[in-house]
């Protein structure tokens, strides 16, 4: 059965470009541009990760990825953070996420990175 994969970002052509990189790497994906749809997501869909960016409108994807890991049904789902402010690495990996991916990424970063988190 395929992994199954969340992905948020409100950049619609990164969002598509992942999305659909994704879904050739053959993992079964749901996209949302909003940062509110990202938990009743995980409840409905049961991912094997979640990718976040961390620069949404609303909730910003560290507080959401902290929203997960404190969660008692959520909190060993492993969550990548995007973030165009590569400075910041510590400052992200605060939020509790597995793995963080600078923008721009190279899409065999991003299948790697997934890769290593969920086999």
Do not use: W
Not at 38 to 67: H, M, S, T, W
């Amino acid at each position: 059965m395929a992994k199954r994969i969340i992905v948020l970002d409100d950049n619609q052509d990164i969002l598509e470009i992942v999305h659909e990189t994704l879904i050739y790497e053959n993992f079964e994906v749901r996209s949302t541009s909003k940062s509110d749809e990202v938990i009743p997501l995980i409840k409905e869909f049961n991912p094997d990760l979640v990718i976040l960016d961390y620069r949404v409108a609303g909730l910003n994807g560290g507080e959401l990825c902290r929203q997960i890991k404190s969660h008692p049904d959520f909190n060993d789902l492993p969550v990548i953070i995007f973030s165009a402010y590569i400075r910041h690495n510590d400052e992200l990996f605060a939020y509790g996420c597995d793995a963080i991916l600078n923008k721009p990424f190279n899409l065999t970063e991003l299948v790697e990175k997934v890769n290593n988190l969920i086999y």
